[in-house]
């Protein structure tokens, strides 16, 4: 199986709350991405949920505004995630506790 498998993932614009065109997660490296159309932006919680539902393993997640890296979630102990913007990858915006 190929590690990269990819959905079309308009049916997910309602949890993502935004328009969602493409999904995709990467097994070996523990790391899913969100591709979403320009100027919109995606819920972190409904987000991160997916791709725990999909592997609880998950470590990253990265998503993307059109062309645009957007934000990315890293996994922190426990069950907390910090979520960063580029292009300051070391700059933490916010942490999700208790997730």
Request: glycine share 6%; charged share 25%.
């Amino acid at each position: 199986m190929h590690p990269d498998t990819r959905h079309h993932a308009s049916r997910l614009d309602e949890e993502f709350q935004c328009d969602v065109l493409e999904i995709r997660y990467d097994v070996t490296k523990m790391a899913g991405y969100v591709f979403m159309a320009d100027d919109t932006y995606c819920n972190a919680d409904g987000v991160i949920d997916f791709f725990v539902r999909l592997d609880p393993a998950v470590r990253y997640i990265y998503t993307f505004m059109g062309d645009n890296e957007d934000t990315y979630y890293v996994k922190l102990a426990g069950s907390a995630w910090a979520s960063y913007r580029p292009p300051h990858r070391l700059t933490r915006l916010s942490t999700v506790p208790g997730r």
